[in-house]
């Protein structure tokens, strides 16, 4: 189990701004990322209630679950991390949720039950990264339920120099600044339509 803070900035992107900023950041050294995200969720939302979210992360053929909730302590958010395996990973999509301590105990503190959680489904995203300007620039191009978007995110260790750095890649390309919702909050949105 690790825990971590998570300082980042996100903007939605047209497929042009995507194929804008890949170009821009072509002569960076590009890391290709394949990553499947499996979304869970209780029946009445209540993760999204406390502006939570779980989710796994298949990457490489190695599995992670992960709590994201908001920083009690300052910017950001705070991330729970837990490895699993395989097989388990395979148990939680298929319904049969296996008690991970860490998790389990966040959950409880925000009053949630593991055994009430329900696959979601799952979004999967083609990412582009880089080092810039001491931060983490990610463009990623994601589909789920029939969806594709566009989307920049910036990480930041600092959540000022974050800023600083974030608005100058929109004002040097011309992109708006769009408000834009996380991935979980985008897929769960098509599910609702």
């Known amino acids: 189990m ?12 047209t497929k042009d701004e995507y194929q804008q900023l890949v170009k821009h950041f072509s002569s960076y050294e590009l890391t290709k990322i394949e990553q499947k995200n499996h979304y869970f969720e209780t029946v009445d939302f209540q993760l999204k209630q406390h502006h939570a979210a779980l989710r796994i992360r298949e990457k490489n053929n190695q ?14 958010l705070l991330e729970t991390h837990c490895d699993i395996t395989t097989d388990e990973a395979q148990q939680w999509i298929n319904g049969h949720i296996i008690s991970k301590d860490e998790i389990t105990e966040a959950l409880h503190a ?8 329900k696959y979601g489904g799952m979004l999967e995203t083609y990412r582009k990264e880089c080092n810039y ?23 930041a260790e600092d959540e000022q ?28 949105h098509t599910l609702e339509l």
Do not use: C, M, W
């Not at 800023?163 to 897929?187: D, G, M, W, Y």
């Open 2 to 13: 690790s825990q971590e803070i998570e300082i980042e900035f996100k903007n939605l992107l």
């Open 63 to 76: 599995f992670q679950l992960t709590l994201k909730q908001p920083n009690q302590n300052g910017a950001g």
């Open 110 to 117: 925000l009053r949630i039950n593991i055994q009430d959680l």
């Open 133 to 155: 300007d001491s931060t983490t620039v990610v463009l990623d191009q994601s589909h789920y339920n029939g969806i594709t978007d566009y989307e920049l995110e910036l990480e």
């Open 161 to 188: 120099h974050g800023i600083a750095v974030f608005q100058e890649l929109l004002s040097t390309h011309q992109i708006p600044k769009r408000r834009t919702a996380n991935k979980i909050e985008r897929f769960y």
